[in-house]
């Protein structure tokens, strides 16, 4: 009778284990199938990270079929349409932007003035929003105010004007002689167009020609990154550029593009008086 009693014992445990095996088979396959789905319907993952020889792996038998095909790839939402005016302390919008322009250069101050290339009006520099007094950053709807600077050639200033978007007036202005902001680009591209048509220029002419095979004329053909050179509060400097911090004056990073370098350094180039020199 015990005897018997232990064979149904092993009798049951081996169905058991044998169940139970087809049980963790049976979840094995349920978690692969969930894998094979995942990847499949999950956009853009594959292009990524590779994941697309993870993917058909995963697909088993069903690789080749047109499963993965049928899926449409993911939806790119837009952006949202941007507003005419910010809120609170969001970015000024691109209208924010010109009107802040428009209203910091009116036409006496626009007579008055001149950009890098000589034309009337002043170069502009930078628009932002511009910080909250004390006594607003509590308010519900604080006025949105903007600082505009620019760079007048005229007479060598640096000018910033405070705009109230809120109320459309100018509440600050100051101009200053002999401070130097970093470049825009169309500084450091008329300042690269200097360089190329001076004397000085000829060796930046001649690198340009045999790394290129081509004559090098203007500066849209070059990629230039432009900085402010300040004269003699940098150190000793040339007779020639020691207008310079009084002067708009840069010097210049040049590079062909698509391509290489080629060393511009110890070329400055004088905005204010249209010349260049070079550093000993």
């Excluded at 005897?3 to 445990?13: A, C, D, E, N």
């Excluded at 150190?235 to 593009?257: D, I, M, S, Y």
Aim: include cysteine; glycine fraction near 12%.
């Amino acid at each position: 009778m015990l005897s018997t009693m232990r064979q149904l014992g092993g009798t049951v445990r081996k169905m058991m284990h044998r169940h139970l095996g087809k049980l963790v088979a049976g979840a094995a396959v349920a978690l692969a199938g969930t894998a094979a789905l995942a990847a499949v319907t999950l956009p853009g993952d594959a292009g990524a990270t590779g994941g697309g020889s993870r993917a058909a792996a995963a697909e088993g038998p069903e690789a080749g079929t047109g499963q993965a095909s049928q899926v449409r790839p993911g939806a790119v939402e837009r952006a949202p349409a941007e507003g005419s005016t910010g809120v609170g302390r969001d970015p000024l919008t691109d209208d924010e932007v010109a009107r802040a322009q428009a209203l910091a250069t009116p036409r006496t101050f626009r007579s008055a003035t001149e950009d890098v290339k000589g034309r009337t009006g002043p170069e502009r520099l930078t628009t932002g929003l511009a910080e909250l007094g004390p006594d607003e950053t509590g308010l519900a709807a604080p006025p949105r105010r903007a600082n505009v600077s620019f760079y007048d050639y005229r007479s060598d200033a640096y000018v910033t004007k405070t705009v109230n978007l809120t109320t459309g007036k100018v509440e600050k202005s100051d101009s200053r002689h002999g401070v130097q902001p970093p470049p825009n680009r169309a500084e450091s591209e008329a300042a690269a167009g200097l360089l190329i048509a001076a004397p000085e220029g000829a060796g930046l002419r001649e690198d340009y020609e045999h790394a290129t095979g081509k004559e090098l004329t203007g500066p849209g053909q070059l990629a230039v990154r432009g900085f402010v050179y300040r004269g003699e509060a940098e150190g000793p400097a040339p007779a020639r550029l020691r207008a310079c911090g009084e002067h708009r004056c840069v010097r210049l990073f040049t590079k062909v593009r698509d391509g290489q370098w080629i060393d511009t350094r110890r070329y400055v180039v004088d905005l204010s008086a249209r010349t260049v020199g070079r550093l000993d």
